[in-house]
């Protein structure tokens, strides 16, 4: 039987996104869990925004982070800008009641900038154009970085591919059911 604490304590997913040379991509995997147990094991967490040329991805509770995704495109929709919709939404949700209460964190990328955003008001721009968020974030994070530095030449969308499948290996909260998107696919 789950306790109380147990049942709100969920644990999904894995969110990995990669600007370079201007392109950009994201990838999750698919797993939603709720204590011990598997619910889902074919979530997208992952979507397009902005007529498909934002990229964005939450980690947490599903309807926490759909509602930021939606509050995000909104601020995209407002002021045109992936940062400052970044950081108006940040304010946003540092200061208002209902949002303050949301348990989720984003990863939104266009072609020039990838940023986190979480609920205690961080915008964070890595230097180094790699996002992580989730429970397999740090496996993810650093097999992206690996391959980026050491590996052989690999699109950057078989890179997030590949370091997500990486993370489901290592991981117990992340699985090897794999979206990813792509800006500007053709």
Request: glycine fraction near 8%; charge should be negative; proline fraction near 1%.
């Amino acid at each position: 039987m789950l306790k109380r604490k147990e049942i709100m304590e969920y644990h999904s997913t894995t969110i990995l996104g990669i600007v370079r040379d201007g392109n950009a991509v994201i990838g999750g995997d698919g797993q939603v869990s709720l204590g011990e147990m598997i619910v889902k094991s074919n979530s997208s967490k992952v979507r397009y925004l902005a007529d498909d040329s934002v990229l964005a991805g939450f980690a947490g509770a599903a309807a926490d982070g759909f509602a930021l995704l939606s509050r995000f495109e909104d601020k995209l929709q407002e002021h045109h800008d992936l940062l400052r919709a970044a950081v108006e939404l940040a304010k946003e949700w540092r200061t208002d009641r209902y949002l303050r209460r949301l348990e989720a964190e984003l990863a939104v990328l266009n072609e020039d900038k990838a940023l986190l955003l979480t609920g205690v008001g961080d915008v964070l721009e890595p230097e180094d154009g790699i996002v992580a968020i989730g429970s397999g974030a740090g496996y993810a994070l650093a097999s992206a970085r690996s391959m980026l530095k050491f590996g052989k030449k690999m699109p950057i969308e078989k890179i997030v591919e590949n370091a997500l499948m990486i993370a489901s290996q290592i991981c117990i909260y992340t699985n090897s059911n794999i979206t990813v998107l792509k800006l500007n696919e053709e």
